[in-house]
């Protein structure tokens, strides 16, 4: 099971893939697009990647609002969604 350490490391990937994606995750939850719940799902789900070093590499070469997360995020499609909305 994850530890605190792991949880905060992948809390920060999570917060750092959505402003990169362009989205403001505590302004998503204001608006009611997102919950909680589904924020620390979405951190739970992070801590199971295989690929931290990757992510952490990819956020770090970002200059600008990326159009995608990478194919291995496993929060994608959370991502997109509120992209959507």
């Known amino acids: 099971m ?3 350490t792991d949880f905060k490391r992948h809390a920060m990937l999570v917060d750092h893939m959505a402003t990169t994606l362009g989205l ?3 302004e998503q939850m204001m ?3 997102l ?3 589904q924020l620390e799902d979405a951190v739970l789900s ?3 990647c295989t ?3 990757a992510c952490e590499q990819w956020l770090g070469a970002q200059a600008e609002t990326a159009p995608d997360a ?3 995020c496993r929060n994608a499609a959370l991502f997109e969604n ?3 909305t």
Request: proline content about 12%; aromatic content about 4%; glycine content about 12%.
């Open 82 to 84: 509120l992209r959507d």
């Open 46 to 48: 992070c801590t199971g």
């Open 2 to 4: 994850p530890g605190a």
């Open 51 to 53: 690929q931290p070093c």
């Open 24 to 26: 403001d995750l505590e």
């Open 31 to 33: 608006r009611g697009r």
């Open 35 to 37: 919950s909680l719940s």
């Open 70 to 72: 990478p194919d291995y």
